[in-house]
């Protein structure tokens, strides 16, 4: 781990594109910028961690929990009462 110290105001460069600035220190805490291309995501460490748990879980599923639909196991659908195109419609009366 490299240990840097930094004054308010300085910033620490990761690569050509991250940058870290110290903005403000105030007693035990220090308040950092950080400015990052938006295709590299910057989370605190707790809400990575929580990502990550939760991607590894939905990864570990092995079925669909719905399961498998085919066609099949459809119901057959109905057309609504009128939605029949013209000419299509079978009269009960006999001519």
Partial sequence: MLVLSRH???AIM????????IV????????IGVNAPSTIPVHRREI?????????QASAIEDNPIGI???EDRP???SPKGSEPRG?????QVQ
């Fill in 8 to 10: 308010r105001d300085e």
């Fill in 24 to 31: 403000d220190i105030r007693g035990d805490k220090v308040r």
């Fill in 48 to 56: 990575y961690d929580a990502i990550r748990a939760e991607n590894e």
């Fill in 76 to 78: 057959a659908a109905k």
């Fill in 88 to 92: 299509t419609r079978v009269s009960n």
């Fill in 69 to 71: 639909i085919r066609p």
């Fill in 14 to 21: 990761i690569g050509d594109d991250v940058e870290i600035t």
